[in-house]
């Protein structure tokens, strides 16, 4: 079982900036970030896969970093130009399986839904709210 506790997030008007962090207990294969908005499915916002590919869905390219600490244990995301449209809970997950870890990268890409059973680990969740 691998535990995933993230910080950060809160309340932020349309052009902010918030930073979010997730560490793992142990050291997986993926991990990424998530959001889901209120009657929204769940969705890819930026993943790493294995030594360090990255990926984003396209609305947050060019304004979310992700990134990852050398232990590989630890990933941020830092939000700039934050819209109203980001408003959303924000999931860490993370996956130690290698065909899994590919859908994570895919699906972000493609921007498709993902479900809770996709991946092995998911964080509590930490919202973020942008106000116009």
């Known amino acids: 079982q691998v535990n995933l506790v993230e910080s950060g997030g809160g309340s932020v008007q349309a052009g902010g900036s918030v930073s979010l962090s997730c560490t793992a207990s142990?050291?997986?294969?993926?991990m990424g970030w998530f959001r889901q908005a209120p009657g929204k499915p769940r969705e890819g916002v930026a993943t790493?896969?294995?030594?360090?590919?990255?990926s984003y869905r396209e609305s947050v390219k060019g304004r979310f970093t992700i990134s990852q600490d050398a232990a590989k244990t630890t990933i941020y995301l830092q939000m700039d130009s934050l819209e109203p449209e980001d408003t959303a809970m924000y999931y860490c997950?993370?996956?130690?399986?290698?065909?899994?870890?590919?859908?994570?990268?895919?699906?972000?890409?493609?921007?498709?839904?993902?479900?809770?059973?996709?991946?092995?680990?998911w964080g509590q969740g930490t919202p973020v709210t942008v106000s116009s």
């Open positions: 997950a993370a996956d130690s399986r290698f065909p899994n870890c590919i859908g994570m990268q895919s699906a972000t890409i493609l921007g498709a839904s993902a479900s809770a059973d996709d991946y092995l680990y």
């Open positions: 142990v050291s997986t294969s993926c």
């Open positions: 790493i896969v294995g030594k360090g590919t990255i």
